[in-house]
């Protein structure tokens, strides 16, 4: 393979890489908006803590495995506080209400992360069988970055099986359709929208742990990931997961091409594309009018 072909391939699988980690933060968001119609702005600050408890499990176990595991489970835990013991009480508010409480979380989260772990950047070292390198069409590749596609895609298969393929799943598309009837069938309607909010939060997590050896943990993280999470659920329409899935990708691409051809232009280059569809559906690719 020449050269410009191998570069070409090489920034290819690069957005591919970061357009996946970008739907599993931006999915998490779509599904709490889309499933129970709240805007999380904290939902980047769960992203960066996961990633902070990702560095700290693997401080004290010495195995990537194991935070990588237990890091989304324990960030979808004080999801679920938030959503248990905040949220709810802010319902007779409406928008503005959890708008103004999930900043102020988004904001603890900052706080706490700076004083637990300061300011520095931490490096999450992943293992050895992870840290080489593959060959692609004539080219040498980060094993690594493989490995984040294939563990996005395997989550995003687990969470549509558990959506579409089980009767949990059927029970909390159910109540996001009609929520009256379903109560009405004696099913608790708040634990269903408490583990849809654990589910979205864990999704988070599992990105901010996964893109850690990449990016490396910093106060920063949550705002690198943040604004782009939430210009793909925007672009690609409220509620819409194929929507987010589809500007993910395309996002991944603009942002790796756009670093190698337009490095100047690369940071606007996702705003200019949200301008022109929202200038064309202005509910997003996918989404609809209410």
Request: no cysteine; proline share 4%.
């Amino acid at each position: 393979m020449d050269p410009t072909t191998a570069m070409y391939l090489a920034q290819g699988i690069h957005g591919l890489a970061y357009g996946m980690i970008l739907f599993l933060v931006a999915s998490g968001l779509n599904i709490i908006f889309g499933m129970m119609g709240i805007l999380n702005l904290a939902h980047a600050a769960f992203f960066m803590l996961s990633a902070y408890f990702g560095y700290q499990f693997l401080t004290m176990t010495g195995n990537f495995w194991l935070a990588l595991l237990l890091a989304p489970v324990v960030t979808s835990f004080f999801g679920i506080l938030l959503e248990r013991f905040l949220l709810r009480r802010m319902h007779p508010f409406g928008h503005m209400g959890e708008l103004i409480l999930t900043v102020g979380v988004s904001l603890v989260v900052l706080a706490g992360v700076k004083i637990f772990w300061g300011t520095e950047s931490l490096p999450l070292k992943i293992p050895a069988v992870l840290g080489g390198l593959v060959m692609i069409a004539g080219m040498d590749y980060p094993v690594y970055r493989l490995f984040v596609i294939g563990l996005s895609l395997l989550v995003l298969g687990i969470m549509a099986l558990l959506l579409y393929k089980t009767r949990l799943g059927k029970i909390v598309r159910a109540a996001v359709s009609d929520a009256d009837m379903v109560n009405a069938l004696g099913i608790n309607i708040p634990l269903v929208f408490m583990f849809v909010f654990g589910v979205g939060t864990w999704l988070a997590g599992v990105a901010g742990v996964a893109v850690a050896p990449i990016l490396t943990v910093f106060p920063g993280l949550a705002d690198q990931m943040g604004m782009d999470a939430f210009v793909v659920v925007v672009t690609g329409g409220f509620g819409s997961l194929l929507g987010a899935f589809i500007v993910s990708i395309i996002f991944g691409l603009l942002s790796s091409y756009g670093v190698q051809f337009l490095s100047q232009l690369a940071p606007v280059l996702m705003f200019a594309f949200m301008a022109v569809v929202l200038a064309i559906r202005p509910m997003g690719f996918f989404g609809e009018r209410e």
